[in-house]
């Protein structure tokens, strides 16, 4: 990759890693779905003024939107929300290293649902051992009993399950800019969070201090809005492939925000396991195997 998709690759890294100390910070004060419907709709604003900034046009086209909506619903509403209610149960920390686990469930829902990225030997091993570390981070809660930290953890998981199918899903975006899908996506994301915020919470009882209302405009401007630019320029400049690089360093960024400013405590077993879950994603993107293969002979 060139420098300049490395320093996108680390910013994005920084971005994302940050969202779980902003959603540990904004729980103060916010109920989970109303900080999943301030995270879009403010996002949605923030995306549709840099549209109009570049004189990009909305389309009009109803199959699109359509699109759209099943793509909010799928890397938008269905795991924002479960991350957030997770992280009412579980630590940022923790909850960013079982949402690295996306490209596991990726790869296997590729297998099936596409006719172009089957499962190889090392993928399959890499899947395995990804779980296997998944297991081992789960083995603290699960001793105790299934209880809310176990179910929280699961939250993640199913998180990371519905942005594997939201990768798959979003293959049909073809023929519209990046910055149009990411706004589109997040339109229909908060005509839907809105009346749910409204039915389920009561986000106008709530009196945030500027610390919790700071979070959650950073989670908005910072995580979502400015972390799709960036997502989608490196797209662009280095491949798919490589931006599976990004799921190993969001959980740096986690764990350097929630155990350094936070101080919150990690489980020895949660970091063994979060070694194993990288061996696996090392082998699925498979780079690593380079160094293991014999030069050939000239």
Known sequence: MSLRAWVILLLLSFLWGGTFFFIELALVDFTPFTIVCLRVVIAALALYSYLKLKGEAIPHDLRLWGIFLVMGLLNNIIPFSLIVWGQTHITG????????TTPLFAVILAHFLTTDETLNRHKLLGVLIGFGGVVVM??????????????????????ALSYGFAGIWGKRLKGTSALVNAF????????IMLPVALIVDEPFAASPDWISLSAVVALAIFGTALAYIFYFRLLALAGAVNLLLVTFLIPVTALLLGVGVLDEAIHPLALVGTAIIFAGLALIDGRILVFFRKPRKV
């Open 93 to 100: 920390s923790v909850a960013s290293i079982l949402n690295a």
């Open 184 to 191: 589109g996506m997040l339109a229909c994301s908060s005509f």
């Open 138 to 159: 789960m083995q603290p809660s699960m001793a105790e009993g299934f209880n809310f930290e176990s179910i929280g953890q699961l939250a993640i998981l199913g998180a």
